[in-house]
Nanobody, 125 residues
Framework: QVQLVESGGGSVQAGGSLRLSCVVTGGAARNYCTGWFRQAPGKEREDVARIDSFNGTRYADSVKGRFTISKDNAKNTLYLQMSSLKPEDTAMYYC???????????????????WGQGTQVTVSS
C-alpha cells in the first residue's frame, strides 16, 4: 500500500518562497496521478496542482504563475515549489496519489486517493 510523507512547510513572510516535498513509499510515484491539495481553517479543501505520468500539469487559478509542481521518479518524490507567497496561501498542504491514468489525471475528481499527513504553511503579511 502506497504511503506519502510531506515535509518542507513552515512560516514565511509574504513574497517569500517554500518548497514542499512528498516522499512516496510502497509504490512507484510514476504509476499514480499525484498532486497537492490545501485546506485552510473553515474552508473546503482546494485542489492546488496535479502532475500526470507524462509530466502534464494542472494548477488552480489562485496559484498559476507562482507555484510549480514536479516529480522526481528516481527519488519517488513529489515537489511543490511555491514563490511569491501570499497570506491567503496559509493552509495545511497535503499530497495525494490516485490511480487515475492518462488524461483523466488532470481532468477528473480523485476517486480513491491516498493522502499524506499534511504540512503546515503559514504566510505572514
Amino acid at each position: 500500500q502506497v504511503q506519502l510523507v510531506e515535509s518542507g512547510g513552515g512560516s514565511v513572510q509574504a513574497g517569500g518562497s517554500l518548497r514542499l516535498s512528498c516522499v512516496v513509499t510502497g509504490g512507484a510515484a510514476r504509476n499514480y496521478c499525484t498532486g497537492w491539495f490545501r485546506q485552510a481553517p473553515g474552508k473546503e479543501r482546494e485542489d492546488v496542482a496535479r502532475i500526470d505520468s507524462f509530466n502534464g500539469t494542472r494548477y488552480a487559478d489562485s496559484v498559476k504563475g507562482r507555484f510549480t509542481i514536479s516529480k522526481d521518479n528516481a527519488k519517488n518524490t513529489l515537489y511543490l515549489q511555491m514563490s511569491s507567497l501570499k497570506p491567503e496561501d496559509t493552509a495545511m498542504y497535503y499530497c495525494a496519489a490516485d490511480p487515475l491514468r492518462g488524461s483523466s489525471c488532470l481532468t477528473r475528481v480523485y476517486g480513491s486517493p491516498t493522502w499524506g499527513q499534511g504540512t503546515q504553511v503559514t504566510v505572514s503579511s
